[in-house]
């Protein structure tokens, strides 16, 4: 299967811990989007990269989410000192640019704070 | 802002039913107009929108788009239980996010 491919696919962690998720995009696309989704909500945007730069970052992210993707293949989303608030599915998506092209999701990280 | 707008929230219809789902959108310089499925995991691609008045059909499913009016609709005949999901529309503009709507969930009953 050569879709996008997210690790893990479950987290637990509890309040305060550092979380790392890691994003494997479809391998020919050169745009990768971070989204976070909540019960009842469509996908929030949080940030997306063409190749390893970071073009766009949620005026709602807090400081304790950073994003990279150091060779413009894989991401990965770090956050930082977790409340229970950050509980949420965690989506990454590829394209292989933004112009009439289709972006496609993987499965998504599903974080839980306790 | 740049903001996608989805109606109804939530729709139950009976199955054999004929349902639409709307989308409406401002997005500065509109590129594209994406429906996604998604069924309790992650959202898997529908359709892309990007010219006015041309329809994109998959078996049952349908869509257009109305630039000109800032909207599009989705069209699902002859509903079947399996058709229950969140459908979410989203919209690429020129700053290269996608902008997702809150999604119109669809329950389908035997």
């Known amino acids: 299967d050569t879709g996008v491919s997210q690790d893990p696919r479950h987290k637990i962690t509890k309040r305060g811990q550092n979380v790392t998720f890691r994003c494997d995009p479809i391998?020919?696309?050169?745009?990768l989007y971070w989204y976070r989704q909540t019960l009842g909500q469509g996908p929030e945007f949080l940030t997306y990269?063409?190749?390893?730069?970071?073009?766009?970052k949620s005026r709602l992210l807090s400081d304790r989410f950073s994003a990279e993707r150091p060779k413009g293949s894989f991401s990965t989303l770090e956050i930082q000192r977790t409340e229970q608030g950050d509980s949420a599915m965690y989506l990454c998506?590829?394209?292989?640019?933004?112009?009439?092209?289709?972006?496609?999701f993987g499965q998504g990280t599903r974080l839980t704070v306790v | 802002e740049d903001k996608v707008v989805q109606s109804p929230l939530s729709l139950v219809v009976h199955e054999g039913d004929t349902v639409t789902l709307n989308c409406s959108y401002e997005?500065?310089?509109?590129?594209?107009l994406l429906w996604y499925k998604q069924e309790k995991k992650a959202p898997t691609f529908l359709f892309m929108l990007?010219?006015?008045?041309i329809e994109k059909k998959s078996g049952r499913l349908s869509s257009i788009l109305d630039k000109k009016e800032l909207f599009s609709i989705l069209n699902i005949t002859a509903t079947q239980t399996g058709d229950s999901a969140v459908y979410l529309c989203?919209?690429?503009?020129?700053?290269?996010?996608?902008?997702f709507g809150q999604g119109t969930t669809l329950q389908v009953k035997p």
């Open positions: 990007t010219s006015s008045g």
């Open positions: 998506a590829s394209s292989r640019d933004f112009s009439n092209t289709e972006a496609f």
């Open positions: 997005v500065t310089n509109f590129r594209s």
């Open positions: 990269f063409q190749n390893e730069a970071q073009l766009e």
């Open positions: 391998s020919e696309h050169n745009r």
């Open positions: 989203a919209v690429f503009g020129n700053t290269g996010k996608l902008i």
